[in-house]
């Protein structure tokens, strides 16, 4: 089995930046690809960015030159970086793998913008 830990999230006015970080523990992190997702409230869980085993990266529009995502396979780890966050983009920020596997959710992580 899967557990993803995710970390990072926190408090942070527009225009900040914070680094996210998932976790793997339960196996050998043979998940492939792995994806960063977000459900704000009110709002439909979307997929945010995704990252191949080899490094491939593709990213929602509305983010796309503003966070980065990446992994690290050694440490059973992926990241995201946010840059320039948006009062919007306040949600709570999960890893999975894409398409997810619904008993892989963890916790999240909150991630809060004011204004």
């Known amino acids: 089995q899967v557990q993803l830990v995710e970390s990072g999230g926190g408090l942070v006015q527009a225009g900040g930046s914070l680094r996210l970080s998932c976790a793997a523990s339960g196996s050998t992190f043979s998940i492939s690809p792995m994806g960063w997702y977000r459900q704000a409230p009110g709002k439909q869980r979307e997929l945010v960015a995704v990252?191949?085993?080899?490094?491939?990266?593709n990213y929602a529009e509305s983010v796309k030159g503003r966070f980065t995502i990446s992994r690290d396979n050694a440490k059973n780890t992926v990241y995201l970086q946010m840059n320039s966050l948006k009062f919007e983009e306040t949600a709570i920020y999960h890893c999975?793998?894409?398409?997810?596997?619904?008993?892989?959710w963890g916790q999240g992580t909150q991630v809060t913008v004011s204004s």
């Open positions: 999975n793998s894409e398409p997810p596997i619904p008993n892989y």
């Open positions: 990252i191949s085993r080899g490094g491939s990266t």
